[in-house]
């Protein structure tokens, strides 16, 4: 599905219209990343929950020179959908 498509049913599903709806659309994620920046997990009911994990440094390997290299802890965004979703749509 394409963004104009997704745009078009969200204005005729809310009532909106399609420039609101747009817009909406074109904030959400900026909105999300700040908010699981701040510490705040983000949980859309019925979908799934936005958070910040913490991945571990690990050991890895430069795949040109096959020498080891240290990746270093860094936090990542990560989704997590509602359990009726896990298992596939």
Known sequence: ?????LVRLLAAETGVTQGQAKA??????????????????????GLGTFQAVTRQPRKARNLQTGEPVMVPARRMLSFRAERKYRKGV
Do not use: C, I, T
């Open 24 to 45: 909406v659309l074109d904030a959400l994620p900026d909105v999300v990343l700040s908010l699981v920046q701040a510490g705040h997990p983000v949980r859309f009911a």
């Open 1 to 5: 599905m394409r963004k104009y498509e």
